[in-house]
């Protein structure tokens, strides 16, 4: 199964905070066959948490950014203009967050489930409009 991690699922996992045990065990599998995807809006999004102390990151965001997209298994996917055109009409109950719409056009174009515990995204995969793990 291709997963794509939202922002915050990415920052627990890289912090060993709690998740839901299935989320995990899917992460895991999905790295070993590297089909683990992080979007650069998630970096994006994490370097606006860090910058207004939400956040913290040892060493800088760039290291923190180069050190977890060279784990083994993690495909770093950028925000393409096609996901980017997407993101703004897709179907039913639209996300306000610009950043999450990316997420879901993303997740889309890679045929790939949001691990997540944003409600508006679990609500909208529950509707069928994208494939959502909760964790």
Known sequence: ??????????????????????????IDAAGRSSELFVSAISFWELAQL????????????EVWIERFSAQPGITAVPLTPAAAVRSVSLPGLLHRDPADRFLIATALELDAAIVTRDQVILAHAQAGHVDAIPC
């Open 1 to 26: 199964m291709r997963l794509l991690l939202d922002t915050h699922a990415m920052i627990w996992l890289d912090a060993g905070e709690p998740m839901n045990r299935e989320a995990l065990d899917l």
């Open 50 to 61: 860090v910058a207004r102390g939400r956040v913290r990151v040892q060493d800088s965001i």
